[in-house]
């Protein structure tokens, strides 16, 4: 079974401050999505990166697809109150149509 | 315009009764997604169609059954409801049976007395 662990699992912080989140795994994974969920809604895709090593960004936020391929990271600069949320890492799997989720990381 | 519609919001029953959620979605995807959230918020597949055949089928109790009519919707009844099956259910859609972006419904939430 593919376990994705989400580290912090709650993080609480400063209007302004920055925070990484990290997302890991012993699994190889073919790529690698974000998504942010609120309270009361379904969860919003944010990125979803594909090569390993690869770093996208959208506007404060950057994500990191590791060498490996088995982990992420997200990092949010100068966090906002609107950033509340919880962060949900999923990984696919080659040749299955499978997202596992990670164990989430609220903020 | 919703993207991906559950319905019913909220759900209240008893232990042993059947109930059904249903799911449509209005993106054009020919995959759709039954996922269960439990109250440590961790996400995890059941089903997955794909024009409407079958293409996931996690380990679920048989007691739950999807069924999709046409490749917009995808239906999940659930027999003989359990104390355990309290929890929120999305319902998710995406292009292709491959991992592609998932839209989501703003779930169902089911609670067993």
């Known amino acids: 079974t593919q376990l994705l662990e989400q580290s912090p699992q709650f993080l609480s912080i400063q209007e302004g401050e920055n925070l990484t989140v990290y997302c890991n795994s012993s699994?190889?994974?073919?790529?690698l999505q974000w998504y942010r969920q609120e309270p009361g809604e379904g969860p919003v895709l944010l990125v979803t990166?594909?090569?390993?090593?690869e770093v996208k960004k959208l506007k404060r936020l950057t994500f990191q697809f590791g060498d490996a391929r088995k982990d992420s990271s997200l990092h949010i600069t100068a966090a906002q109150p609107g950033d509340t949320g919880l962060y949900l890492c999923?990984?696919?799997?080659?040749?299955?149509?499978?997202?596992?989720f990670g164990t989430g990381t609220r903020l | 315009d919703t993207a991906v519609s559950q319905t019913p919001k909220y759900l209240v029953t008893q232990m042993g009764n059947d109930k059904s959620i249903k799911c449509e979605q209005n993106?054009?995807?020919?995959?759709m997604y039954w996922y269960k959230q439990d109250s440590k918020k961790f996400l995890k597949i059941m089903f997955s169609?794909?024009?409407?055949?079958?293409?996931i089928n996690e380990t679920v109790p048989n007691r739950f059954s999807p069924k999709s009519p046409d490749k917009a919707h995808l239906n999940l009844h659930i027999n003989s409801l359990e104390l355990g099956d309290s929890a929120v259910y999305f319902c998710?859609?995406?292009?292709?049976?491959?991992?592609?972006?998932?839209?989501f419904g703003d779930g169902t939430r089911l609670s067993i007395l």
């Open positions: 999923a990984g696919a799997n080659f040749g299955n149509e499978k997202l596992t």
């Open positions: 699994s190889v994974f073919s790529s």
């Open positions: 998710a859609s995406s292009q292709g049976n491959r991992p592609q972006p998932q839209h």
């Open positions: 993106l054009g995807h020919d995959t």
């Open positions: 990166v594909v090569t390993g090593g």
């Open positions: 169609y794909n024009n409407k055949e079958l293409i």
